[in-house]
């Protein structure tokens, strides 16, 4: 028989919410754990089946960690360098195949640069795609050489900055190590049979969390969770900005809600990181906002791969996007290197 969980209807798509606000105490030897919860409406679900129904496709995964920038541009690269050694019909084939791919690995990735480098570098790449398809222009030596060159150029443009916001944020070890979440149903949880991530988190590594997310919020309501950080001191985790953009909030709307976040939150003597939001090609403006605001208020972003190594795999979530049990304790791995060097005395 299928058994009654309370879950949030935050797995249906209006985010809809009810119920009351409490606070729930506990402590696990040297472990503090306080977590600010919503109990919403029951469903009846069968606890068997939420784990494996929904894996998110590989492919679509690889895209949104952004590492598809670098797949990409490794394949694009091998056309560009091979295209003088291809002399046959068949081959020529496979080099615009291969060209083909690239580019789009690329382009998916949506690293959040300025619209001024995408159009440099497809002008770049059907410039190259051009003088290696039209016979007359390939005989020209020349102008091959240039126009590899150029592409090459370009995508080098493209990737090197990318991968410099790849590498994980080093943070200094703080006075006071607690770790204050803020986000939405990734960090609250939507399922009654096991913890959130910020939970296990505290018990696996022994340090004090305060988990003040909400499910199904976007950063306009995380304001007021936010306020209720009660040390100027600590460090906080933001998990939050996917359900604005799943919601098709406009960039002004985005920017101006995260830097009244950011002001709200940054103080003089607290370390704050946010999780950097994995991205679709129209969400691009959104992610140089993210950047740039970040940057201002010297806010480190926690690259986008570490939230999609936690939900890959068929058993990493129960929708396609909410962490399942096995989800939560690879967030917690994926996230311990990068938050502990703060957090341990």
């Known amino acids: 028989m299928p058994q009654r969980v309370p879950i949030s209807p935050q797995c249906s798509t209006n985010f809809s919410m009810a119920g009351v606000s409490f606070i729930s105490t506990r402590s696990i030897s040297r472990i503090s754990v306080r977590t600010e919860i919503i109990d919403c409406?029951?469903?009846?679900?069968?606890?068997?089946?939420?784990a494996d129904d929904h894996p998110m496709n590989p492919l679509v995964l690889h895209f949104a960690s952004g590492l598809s920038l670098f797949s990409g541009g490794a394949v694009l690269l091998l056309a560009v360098l091979l295209a003088s050694r291809l002399t046959s019909p068949w081959l020529g084939r496979l080099r615009n195949l291969l060209a083909a791919i690239g580019i789009a690995f690329v382009i998916m990735a949506s690293a959040p640069h300025g619209w001024w480098l995408y159009v440099l570098l497809i002008a770049a790449f059907v410039f190259w795609f051009i003088t290696q398809n039209i016979e007359r222009l390939r005989l020209k030596r020349s102008l091959h050489l240039t126009a590899s060159g150029v592409c090459l150029a370009s995508l080098l443009l493209f990737v090197v900055p990318e991968a410099v916001h790849m590498?994980?944020?080093?943070?200094?070890?703080?006075?006071?190590?607690?770790?204050?979440?803020v986000g939405d149903s990734i960090s609250s949880g939507i399922e009654a049979n096991f913890p959130p991530w910020p939970d296990v988190f505290a018990k696996t590594h022994h340090v004090e969390v305060v988990n003040l997310s909400r499910p199904g919020i976007g950063m306009a309501e995380a304001l007021p969770l936010a306020r209720k950080i009660d040390s100027d001191n600590g460090l906080v985790l933001l998990e939050i900005g996917g359900n604005d953009l799943l919601g098709g909030l406009s960039a002004e709307d985005f920017?101006?809600?995260?830097?009244?976040?950011?002001?709200?939150?940054?103080?003089p003597k607290r370390t704050v990181v946010m999780m950097e939001l994995p991205l679709l090609?129209?969400?691009?403006?959104?992610?140089?906002?993210?950047?740039r605001l970040a940057t201002q208020y010297n806010v480190p972003l926690i690259p986008k791969r570490h939230f999609v190594s936690a939900i890959a795999g068929a058993d990493a979530t129960s929708d396609g996007l909410h962490l399942s049990e096995a989800g939560t304790r690879r967030m917690v791995q994926s996230l311990g290197p990068v938050l502990l060097p703060a957090l341990q005395r």
């Open 41 to 50: 409406r029951p469903a009846i679900v069968n606890p068997e089946t939420l």
């Open 167 to 181: 590498r994980a944020p080093t943070l200094p070890p703080l006075q006071q190590p607690r770790l204050y979440v």
């Open 255 to 267: 920017e101006r809600q995260l830097d009244q976040l950011f002001r709200d939150v940054v103080k």
């Open 281 to 291: 090609p129209h969400f691009i403006p959104h992610g140089r906002i993210q950047r």
